[in-house]
């Protein structure tokens, strides 16, 4: 069965850091964009990082505005994992951290996601 098992979410204090991680399995996801949406109450769900493949053992990573130079994102275990480290984090950035797979995240939509985690809880507070 392909899916996407995701970990790491929890609380945090305003500035601090966490490290969400996602585990494909069922096929090699080696070529296929890997990345992270966040959806938070009352809103709509919103892209924040994607790690496309470049060739070989390289990937290019793509970030919203509102994370960029916060957070970084890379992929592991043959491609099949991805990473998405949260530095200086603030009280906006709590919400439902979706692990998502497919094609065109490096646009910034999800409209060629064709594989969903279940969402992992991230809340940042004082």
């Known amino acids: 069965q392909v899916q996407l098992a995701e970990s790491g979410g929890g609380f945090v204090e305003t500035g601090g850091s966490l490290r969400l991680s996602c585990t494909a399995s069922g096929r090699s996801f080696r070529e296929t964009d890997m990345g992270w949406f966040r959806q938070s109450p009352g809103k709509e769900r919103v892209f924040v990082a994607g790690?496309?493949?470049?060739?070989?053992?390289?990937?290019?990573?793509f970030y919203a505005d509102f994370v960029k130079g916060r957070f970084n994102i890379y992929r592991s275990n043959g491609g099949n994992s991805v990473h998405l480290q949260m530095n200086s984090l603030e009280s906006e950035d709590s919400a439902v951290y979706y692990c998502?797979?497919?094609?065109?995240?490096?646009?910034?939509?999800?409209?060629?996601?064709?594989?969903w985690g279940q969402g992992t809880q991230v809340t940042v507070d004082s």
């Open positions: 790690a496309k493949w470049s060739g070989g053992r390289k990937y290019n990573a």
């Open positions: 998502a797979a497919g094609k065109d995240l490096d646009t910034g939509s999800d409209a060629g996601i064709t594989l």
